[in-house]
T-cell receptor
Framework: GAVVSQHPSWVICKSGTSVKIECRSLDFQATTMFWYRQFPKQSLMLMAT?????????EQGVEKDKFLINHASLTLSTLTVTSAHPEDSSFYICSAPGTHFHGYTFGSGTRLTVV | QQQVKQSPQSLIVQKGGISIINCAYENTAFDYFPWYQQFPGKGPALLIA?????SEKKEGRFTISFNKSAKQFSLHIMDSQPGDSATYFC?????????????FGGGTRVLVKP
């Protein structure tokens, strides 16, 4: 089946630094990638939708200059958290529409801790 | 605006029992209703999904019941096992394009006691 590989699985960084999270579609082409944020014991909150070759679409309230999304190829989308602060600590998950109608494949998630 | 409401927030069931989770949606344009299972520290995994042209779908111990007129759908986990202890999310999306986003319910934490 369709697999989305997400790396790193966890990362600890200092305040003020930037962190890049990668999501790769391994056996299919992902023209679209959804990026979610999940706080402990809460649901997934859609942050933005990336489309290969065009600018990402951000949900209301999400700072596009802080959460930089790049979808440079049909198999790679990246999320960069710039100038990270402790409040950015969260679980970030990507998801791509799969190869069958309306199927969505999720990455394994990235636990970001900003200290 | 929460378009998909999920209940209960948490559920404790004995091994062998039935877990029932309910979701209600508002947008009548939704035409795809999946359920996801998530273990701690992992991404969600698709469990089962249904479209509004059927009222029930069963896969193994998991069954989705769908009531279009009431705009409600539910997940039943039969013969619940300790390995089913996880957080379950219902979701919905609309349209025929694969790029349409999912709207998630708030999640239900299920604990199956041995």
């Amino acid at each position: 089946g369709a697999v989305v590989s997400q790396h790193p699985s966890w990362v600890i960084c200092k305040s003020g630094t930037s962190v890049k999270i990668e999501c790769r579609s391994l056996d299919f082409q992902a023209t679209t990638m959804f990026w979610y944020r999940q706080f402990p014991k809460q649901s997934l909150m859609l942050m933005a939708t990336s489309n290969e070759g065009s600018k990402a679409t951000y949900e209301q309230g999400v700072e596009k200059d802080k959460f930089l999304i790049n979808h440079a190829s049909l198999t790679l989308s990246t999320l960069t958290v710039t100038s990270a602060h402790p409040e950015d600590s969260s679980f970030y998950i990507c998801s791509a529409p799969g190869t069958h109608f309306h199927g969505y494949t999720f990455g394994s998630g990235t636990r970001l801790t900003v200290v | 605006q929460q378009q998909v409401k999920q209940s209960p927030q948490s559920l404790i069931v004995q091994k062998g029992g039935i877990s029932i989770i309910n979701c209600a949606y508002e947008n009548t344009a939704f035409d795809y209703f999946p359920w996801y299972q998530q273990f701690p520290g992992k991404g969600p995994a698709l469990l089962i999904a249904i479209r509004p042209d059927v009222s029930e779908k069963k896969e193994g111990r998991f069954t989705i019941s769908f009531n279009k007129s009431a705009k409600q759908f539910s997940l039943h986990i039969m013969d619940s096992q300790p390995g089913d202890s996880a957080t379950y999310f219902c979701a919905a999306s609309k349209g025929g394009a694969a790029g349409n986003k999912l709207t998630f319910g708030g999640g239900t934490r299920v604990l199956v006691k041995p």
